[in-house]
């Protein structure tokens, strides 16, 4: 089976990654990891420590560093975007290995734009069996306000989608 996981770097996603990558390797398939950095996750991470999304990297934060680099303007604006990019596959990929998961039968997907229609591509890209996606209990206003993209992928995939959940203590 073939599995897409999509990852937003946030505690649980660890949880989610090991999801996906058991169910690989039970069924002798592959697993295609995608992170999307949406407009507010970059611009939380040009801002630098102390934003809102800084201290939700279990998977390893070594941005922290990339972004002191770049609030000092030892990086160019322009150089600031691959790194992070690179940086977040390279932490991606060094939790396959930890996982166990062979370079072979994975692969790593790192791209900007809107969480949804990036998922929906990479799936297609990769003609993936299933999606496996991370669910958090939020209340009904924090659904309201910050809407949905595991309703909105469940509602318009193509492919079976598998929703792990996830509370506070993961």
């Not at 930890?98 to 003609?127: C, H, K, M, W, Y």
Request: charged share 25%; aromatic share 2%.
């Amino acid at each position: 089976m073939k599995v897409l996981v999509a990852v937003d770097m946030s505690p649980g996603s660890d949880k989610v990654l090991g999801f996906a990558a058991g169910l690989a390797k039970q069924t002798g398939g592959e697993v295609h990891v995608v992170h999307i950095i949406s407009e507010d996750e970059e611009e939380d991470r040009r801002h630098g420590p102390g934003s809102s999304s800084m201290a939700t990297f279990p998977l390893g934060n070594p941005m922290i560093e990339i972004q002191r680099a770049a609030a000092s303007n030892d990086v160019e604006q322009s150089q600031y975007v691959d790194v992070m990019l690179k940086q977040t596959r390279s932490d991606l990929q060094n939790s396959l290995v930890e996982l166990g998961v062979a370079q072979s039968s994975s692969t790593v997907i790192v791209r900007f734009g809107n969480p949804v229609d990036e998922i929906q591509r990479a799936a297609a890209e990769n003609d993936v069996d299933a999606l496996v996606i991370g669910m958090r209990r939020r209340s009904r206003v924090g659904k309201f306000l910050l809407g949905s993209d595991l309703q909105e992928l469940l509602l318009s995939s193509d492919r079976p989608v598998i929703a792990v959940p996830i509370d506070a203590s993961d």
